[in-house]
């Protein structure tokens, strides 16, 4: 069973910046895909940026060019840089793995991590 511990989340000013970890409990190299995803009160759960095994990249259009996500395989760490920070930023980030099967894709999620974003 795949365990993720996400962890970097608090409190940022409008402008500034945190950066998340996210642990995973066995070889990041065994998954596909790592992601980030948030949500906002009242709002659902949106999937903020993704890395590939070979380091491809996504990215939200409202984050593109402020928040970067970068993998450590050595550390089993897959982390995301979030710089500019705006009030809508703030949500719990959540991290996944991702492992595709030719009998179904399965994801395991963090326990999230709240940001803060306020002056």
């Known amino acids: 069973q795949v365990q993720l511990v996400e962890s970097g989340g608090g409190l940022a000013q409008p402008g500034g910046s945190l950066r998340l970890s996210c642990a995973h409990s066995?070889?990041?190299?065994?998954?596909?895909?790592m992601e980030w995803y948030r949500q906002a009160p009242g709002k659902q759960r949106e999937l903020v940026t993704s890395?590939?095994?070979?380091?491809?990249?996504n990215y939200v259009n409202s984050v593109k060019g402020r928040f970067t996500i970068s993998r450590d395989n050595a550390k089993n760490t897959v982390y995301l840089q979030m710089n500019n920070l705006k009030p809508e930023d703030m949500a719990v980030y959540y991290c996944?793995?991702?492992?595709?099967?030719?009998?179904?894709?399965?994801?395991?999620w963090g326990q999230g991590t709240q940001v803060t974003v306020s002056s």
């Open positions: 996944a793995a991702v492992r595709k099967y030719s009998y179904g894709t399965f994801r395991s």
């Open positions: 066995g070889s990041i190299l065994s998954t596909n895909v």
């Open positions: 890395i590939t095994s070979g380091g491809l990249t």
